[in-house]
């Protein structure tokens, strides 16, 4: 007779993903929302980390916290398994290119979004963001479709953890 003996089932923790993007205007801070709410969505198991939500005795902008909120940030990119850069705008934010150099130098990966139009270097890029990013999804379109772009985003994902021996649930 044999005897079957299942093992438990692996615990995978949360991948955490920080977002690294504009986020001065409600369009900007809404854009980065919707995406990292699809970007769940598309990725179960994922743990987006917006840095629109560090904020300290309840303000976002209060001068007095400003060092707190930087550290903040840094933390929530150490604390991250990959960092997700919007790259928009005739250049990129700089606090957003901070991040990528920050994270890069970290040996996190980075995921770069383009979905400006507009040319520059590299897919719309200065080439020391493009060349930083591990993958770069270049997706300039009007069709303000948040799930195509989470969807391209967790392909991108995928590949870069299949490249490194790890393996994601990407719906």
């Not at 991948?15 to 919707?34: M, Q, T």
């Not at 991250?80 to 991040?99: H, W």
């Not at 991108?156 to 953890?161: E, G, Q, Y």
């Amino acid at each position: 007779m044999i005897r079957v003996i299942s093992a438990p089932p692996i615990q995978r923790r949360a991948l955490k993903i920080y977002l690294a993007g504009p986020l001065f205007s409600l369009n900007e801070r809404s854009s980065n929302r919707r995406l990292a709410q699809a970007i769940e969505r598309f990725m179960p198991g994922s743990k987006v980390i917006l840095p629109q939500d560090i904020k300290y005795h309840g303000k976002f902008n209060d001068k007095r916290f400003f060092r707190n909120v930087y550290q903040g940030c840094l933390a929530g990119v150490n604390q991250s398994d990959v960092c997700v850069a919007i790259l928009d705008g005739a250049s990129a934010d700089d606090g957003t290119a901070f991040e990528v150099g920050y994270a890069v130098a970290k040996g996190i990966p980075v995921i770069g979004v383009r979905t400006d139009y507009r040319e520059s270097q590299e897919c719309g890029c200065n080439l020391m963001l493009s060349q930083g990013c591990s993958a770069l999804v270049h997706r300039p379109a009007f069709d303000e479709d948040f799930d195509a772009l989470a969807k391209d985003i967790a392909r991108k994902l995928s590949r870069v953890f299949q490249r490194q021996a790890t393996t994601l649930n990407v719906r």
